[in-house]
């Protein structure tokens, strides 16, 4: 009985010894927004007592979620421990900014430039503030659904800025499902336009993105993109896969069995973290 107390002991305080830190209650002040945004900071274990730089992941939510979804719904805590302790993953800062239903795109009327903040002020924010490094294979994007949408959308319209992009579900729509709009039919009407701005939409859809990249900026990217079998944006994604293929993006899709939800999406993260790993490790 002494032995198993013991050994049970030693558990319980090796996992007490790498335990990272969850941050909820920073924000940065936008001008460009002219309001308060707010964010979530994973920061790996002895970040607080040493003076080391770690590669950065910008991890998205959805729409219906804010900052702190991925770690109330998605674990983050704990599967980024876990994977550092495992030796999987190197230790990384993790940052979710609020997005709140702003798509993470400037909107057609200019009255919401959310992704202007982003590179403008809030990732500058993040390497003046946090020990973090800034070479682009040092630096990630990925979300789910509406953040990976909008990882899509930012590695193909900044490809000198991430070495990586995962995308989990993303809410790519084809043009035809973006002409009836069945979906998100109010909130993009405030975002492109009624009748849809079309010019405008076309410098956010990934698949037109990804379509008309330029043959300089093909490898200067790394796209995983990930969707459930029975996800009901099934439509888009594949049509994201062939523009991708089509274009000779360097990239890779996997579909498994799943649908539109956070079974799917936590079983999904550790992948695009160990290729973060990847990515620091060239």
């Known amino acids: ?37 707010r964010y979530t900071v994973y920061l790996p274990d002895g970040y607080g007592s040493g003076t080391a730089d770690y590669p950065v992941l910008y ?11 991925w770690v109330a719904k998605g674990a983050l805590l704990t599967l980024a421990d876990s994977l550092i302790r495992s030796g999987e993953i190197v230790p990384m800062v993790i940052v979710t900014p609020d997005a709140w239903d702003s798509w993470y795109v400037n909107d057609y009327a200019g009255k919401c430039r959310y992704e202007d903040m982003f590179f403008e002020e809030f990732m500058p924010y993040v ?14 994007i990925a979300g789910l659904s509406m953040g990976g ?9 900044h490809p000198d800025r991430f070495g990586v992009c995962g995308a989990l579900s993303p809410a790519v729509l084809t043009d035809a499902e973006m002409e009836q709009r069945a979906l998100f039919s109010d909130l ?42 029975d996800d009901f944006l099934y439509k888009g994604n594949d049509a994201m896969h062939t ?28 992948e695009i973290l160990r290729r973060c790993t990847s990515s620091s490790n060239r």
């Open 1 to 37: 009985m002494k032995k198993w107390f013991g050994c049970l002991s030693a558990l319980l305080l090796s996992a007490a010894a790498w335990a990272g830190e969850i941050v909820t209650d920073r924000s940065v002040k936008s001008d460009i927004l002219g309001r308060s945004v």
């Open 59 to 69: 991890l998205l939510h959805g729409l219906g979620d804010d900052h702190t979804a």
């Open 127 to 140: 390497e003046n503030t946090y020990r973090v490094r800034r070479e682009q294979k040092n630096t990630f």
């Open 149 to 157: 949408n909008a990882s899509l959308m930012y590695v193909l319209r």
């Open 188 to 229: 993009f009407k405030r975002l492109f336009g009624d009748p849809v701005d079309w010019d405008h939409y076309r410098r956010y859809s990934a698949i037109d993105l990804a379509r008309n990249l330029p043959e300089a900026d093909k490898r200067k990217v790394d796209i995983y993109v990930d969707c459930g079998d």
């Open 243 to 270: 523009a991708l293929r089509d274009a000779g993006i360097r990239s890779e899709y996997r579909m498994r069995d799943g649908g539109h939800n956070w079974e799917y999406w936590r079983t999904g993260l550790p």
